[in-house]
């Protein structure tokens, strides 16, 4: 399946480091409690959050009395399905775009590298696959680079997109968009955004301009705010999560490049922490590596 190999580095450090640990013995000690809080920490899982399932296990444990290593990996994936939020996109393989007339409308919000573009592009093919019709729009004109990778993206695609020159109003963008997506019966709007976090207040007040237009055209639009995070910088990741939902109102995450590394561990501490369901990850360049995210399939392929 491509999400074992999406996640195979973390599953290396994760699972054979627990199996390593626990071989040979027949309880659960403060060894092998010791041994899991360090392998979860270097998962990335956060400190906070690996505290909290030692706690469980230790409680479970002494409760239990006695716990065989099997037992204990079986707690551990119970204790971590329940601290990861359900997509509750309607499908375990799509994600379903609500029945209703105006197009639904995603706004995208990272900060520039975590792979934005790149999943504004494969979440515009995802769709476009399933029938549905997909319009962009380049509403960072902060960076004209980020408008030309996302035309880009839309001939790959082949999905019309809506943008204005560097520089111009992104609220303006955003409206333009709206209306060409209304006007052309479309399902579903994705629009890009800046992602300078370095100026909080501006940027707050950006997302705030652009939600605030966004309604005079679709008066319950943004459907969607999805901020996107590099999972392989690790606690990084965290404190953007931090930062955004201090901005705005996330209601949805896409979690890119877990193929490439060892820390997909964050899900869990991003999970647990903010209670925002993860909608995708991202386990790869090209279009076709993006997936609905799926808290069991997830666990599953943590532990083999
Ligand atoms: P943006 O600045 O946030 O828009 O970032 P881009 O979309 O331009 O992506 C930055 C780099 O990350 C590009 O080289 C992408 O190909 C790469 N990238 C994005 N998502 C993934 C992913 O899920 N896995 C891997 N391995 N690379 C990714």
Do not use: C
């Amino acid at each position: 399946k491509s999400l074992d190999k999406g996640l195979k580095k973390t599953k290396e450090g994760f699972f054979s480091k627990l199996t390593r640990s626990v071989a040979g013995k027949s309880k659960v000690d403060d060894e092998v409690l010791d041994d899991l809080e360090e392998i979860l920490v270097t998962s990335d899982v956060g400190v906070d959050t690996t505290l909290k399932i030692i706690d469980r296990i230790e409680e479970r444990v002494s409760k239990d009395k006695y716990f065989g290593t099997e037992e204990l990996n079986k707690i551990l994936r119970e204790e971590i399905s329940g601290l990861l939020e359900e997509n509750n996109s309607g499908s375990e393989t799509e994600f379903v775009i609500p029945q209703q007339d105006a197009p639904y409308v995603i706004m995208v919000v990272g900060v520039n590298g975590v792979g934005k573009t790149t999943t504004i592009g494969k979440l515009a093919y995802q769709f476009k696959k399933a029938g549905k019709k997909v319009v962009l729009g380049a509403a960072d004109t902060f960076r004209a680079a980020a408008i030309d990778q996302l035309k880009i993206w839309s001939e790959r695609v082949d999905v019309p997109i809506v943008t204005q020159k560097m520089g111009s109003d992104p609220a303006s963008v955003a409206f333009d968009t709206l209306q060409s997506a209304q006007a052309q019966d479309a399902d579903v709007v994705i629009i890009d955004t800046a992602g300078r976090l370095h100026n909080k207040v501006n940027l707050m007040n950006e997302l705030g301009k652009i939600k605030k237009v966004m309604k005079k055209v679709i008066p319950d639009a943004p459907h969607e705010v999805m901020l996107v995070l590099d999972a392989s910088t690790g606690q990084n990741a965290i404190e953007q999560a931090k930062q955004f939902t201090r901005v705005t109102e996330v209601t949805g995450m896409a979690l890119t490049k877990l193929d490439g590394t060892a820390k997909g561990g964050v899900v869990i501490g991003i999970s647990d922490l903010f209670k925002i369901p993860v909608r995708y990850i991202g386990v790869g360049e090209r279009m076709e590596d993006l997936q609905v995210f799926n808290k069991y399939e997830f666990v599953d392929s943590l532990f083999g």
